[in-house]
């Protein structure tokens, strides 16, 4: 499993898990909606780092592959990449019948 599935799985589990701890208490819904909002991004900073770590480490090292990519299509467009060819070394003159000996 993704590291950013994971972490988006974990916080909407824990928005869910204080929203139901809420719900006991009586007051207006939209009330509740908004404190399980602020409280489980609380929670999540301090319970979820890990995941979170992991998931900005995922997407660092994609984004390395990304620019590494783009630069290797945009030195190829620009005909850098290509590898020079070796000159071919002249061959050793031969002795003909005609050449002086």
Do not use: C, H
Request: aromatic share 8%.
């Amino acid at each position: 499993m993704s590291a950013a599935l994971k972490y988006t799985l974990g916080r909407i589990g824990l928005f869910v898990a204080v929203l139901a701890g809420l719900w006991l208490i009586d007051m207006n819904v939209f009330l509740k909606l908004m404190l399980a909002l602020v409280f489980s991004a609380a929670l999540s900073f301090f319970l979820l780092r890990g995941w979170r770590d992991e998931m900005a480490g995922e997407i660092a090292e994609a984004a390395e592959r990304r620019r590494t990519e783009k630069e290797r299509l945009r030195s190829a467009l620009a005909g850098e990449d290509q590898t020079p060819t070796p000159t071919p070394t002249p061959d050793p003159p031969t002795q003909g019948p005609d050449s002086p000996r």
